[in-house]
């Protein structure tokens, strides 16, 4: 895309990616968090299954509310960030929106169960067509719109939901005893959980949407390939918190704070450990590696990908403290510090890009980031008694645990 079209147009597809990921986290915050945590506290079968029903229809009304926020809003945003097709996009997304429902519903069954085949094969189909097509329309060297890549997010997300069902066909979409004061009890724990994802995430997008208003959309492309490099360094952070969830609220029944040490440092040692490798060359050759997949023409991201870069080593910290406050039902934290968090961001941003320009963005998030990471660590000392420093060690650990099991497969091969 980067190499395709214009720095209007890719600054545009960054704006309506970082909005429409803030919608699909409400539904990880209000809908995927309390499912699986009430799912993991059931005591029966059948309550669970009341718990499925519940959340479906909940997912179904807040996607409904959304798609109408949406619809009045499309225009609006185009114009506040000058983008003609800006609207467009939303108008596709809507249709999107609702045939996430089944996607993500089938999902978060899996993640209960925590069963990840038809996780893996869902969102294959579902992001691989995109990716697939703008290489072969690269290619051939034949032009494309916005809107074209929009319609194919939508034609995939259509066909994810058809793969996922056929890995929880033995769940009844709908039980017949349908519980009201459930409902009750999930919004309660989601509304905390909802405020969480959308602040986590705005926080994450606040750089972006400052600087396609404080400078230009074609700032926010320049921005962008360090954004678009450091999250796909940040993949395993969000595969060992998708593991680590479903499981927090069992270790603390079957080993108290104990449990609870363990999960979180074992958790954020190996994120660290498998992003490490791969940090260290994108940190040294972020100029080659920008050039390369984005042309010299967004040569402009390479410094700020190296203070990106160190967003990616706070970030396992910060999330699996997340994962469990909220696993253990106090969400509410989380929130608060969130929202401090995003308060924080705004103010950092808003003054260091208009000494320092792009780079303030990168600062003054990376500086809030810091600042949340003291906090919630010092917190978890004192509810849990989780000494941050004993991660470290770890780390080496699972290099140990690694090499070793490296050289047995060796031996095995070679017959010895």
Same mark, same amino acid.
């Given at each position: 895309m980067f190499r395709m079209m214009t720095e209007e147009e890719n600054g545009t597809w960054a704006l309506f990616i970082?909005?429409? #990921?803030?919608?699909?986290?409400?539904?990880?915050?209000?809908?995927?968090?309390?499912?699986?945590? /009430?799912?993991?506290? *059931?005591?029966?079968?059948?309550?669970?299954?009341? $718990?499925? #029903?519940?959340?479906? +229809?909940?997912?179904? %009304?807040?996607?409904? %509310?959304?798609?109408?926020? $949406?619809?009045f809003g499309a225009v609006p945003m185009a114009k506040f960030w000058n983008a003609p097709q800006l609207d467009m996009l939303f108008y596709i997304y809507i249709l999107r929106g609702f045939a996430?429902?089944?996607?993500?519903?089938?999902?978060?069954?899996?993640?209960?169960?925590?069963? /990840?085949?038809?996780?893996?094969?869902?969102?294959s189909v579902r992001l691989a067509p995109l990716g697939i097509y703008t290489m072969i329309v690269y290619l051939l060297n034949k032009p494309t719109s916005l809107v074209e890549l929009a319609m194919v997010q939508l034609i995939s997300? +259509?066909?994810?939901?058809?793969?996922?069902?056929?890995?929880? &066909?033995d769940v009844p979409l709908f039980y017949k005893k349908f519980d009201r004061s459930l409902v009750k009890k999930m919004l309660s724990f989601g509304k905390y959980t909802l405020g969480t994802s959308i602040s986590s995430n $705005?926080?994450?997008?606040t750089d972006s949407w400052m600087i396609g208003r404080m400078i230009s959309l074609d700032a926010v492309a320049s921005y962008n390939p360090a954004l678009r490099i450091a999250n796909l360094v940040e993949v395993p952070t969000l595969a060992i918190t998708n593991l680590v969830f479903p499981q927090v609220s069992r270790k603390m029944r079957e080993?108290?704070? &104990?449990?609870?040490? =363990?999960?979180?440092?074992?958790? $954020? *040692?190996?994120?660290?450990?498998? @992003?490490?490798?791969?940090? %260290?060359? /994108?940190?040294?050759?972020?100029? /080659?590696?920008?050039?390369?997949?984005?042309?010299? &023409?967004?040569s402009d991201a390479a410094p700020i990908l190296r203070i990106t870069i160190?967003?990616?080593?706070i970030l396992p910290f910060n999330r699996q403290f997340g994962t469990v406050? =909220?696993?253990?039902? &106090?969400?509410?934290?989380?929130?608060?510090?969130?929202? @401090? @968090?995003?308060?924080?961001?705004? +103010?950092?941003?808003?003054?260091?890009v208009q000494s320092m320009g792009l780079k303030g963005a990168a600062y003054g998030t990376l500086i809030s980031y810091l600042i949340i990471l003291v906090i919630n660590q010092v917190i978890l000392n004192k509810l849990y008694n989780i000494n941050t420093f004993k991660v470290f060690p770890a780390i080496w650990e699972w290099y140990k645990m690694g090499w070793n099991v490296g050289w047995r497969q060796f031996y095995k091969i070679i017959g010895r």
């Open positions: 970082t909005i429409t #990921t803030v919608m699909e986290l409400t539904r990880n915050g209000l809908i995927r968090n309390p499912m699986i945590t /009430f799912i993991a506290s *059931s005591t029966s079968q059948s309550e669970k299954y009341s $718990v499925i #029903t519940a959340s479906l +229809i909940m997912h179904t %009304i807040v996607v409904a %509310i959304m798609s109408l926020a $949406v619809l996430l429902i089944p996607c993500y519903h089938f999902e978060y069954i899996q993640h209960s169960r925590a069963d /990840f085949k038809g996780v893996f094969w869902g969102n997300t +259509i066909a994810s939901a058809f793969v996922e069902y056929q890995y929880v &066909k $705005v926080v994450r997008s080993s108290g704070n &104990k449990g609870i040490q =363990d999960v979180y440092i074992k958790s $954020v *040692s190996l994120i660290l450990a498998i @992003m490490l490798p791969m940090m %260290i060359p /994108f940190y040294v050759l972020s100029d /080659f590696i920008i050039e390369v997949i984005f042309t010299s &023409k967004y160190f967003f990616m080593l406050v =909220d696993a253990l039902k &106090k969400p509410k934290l989380n929130f608060y510090l969130l929202v @401090m @968090m995003g308060i924080l961001n705004v +103010i950092l941003i808003y003054f260091l």
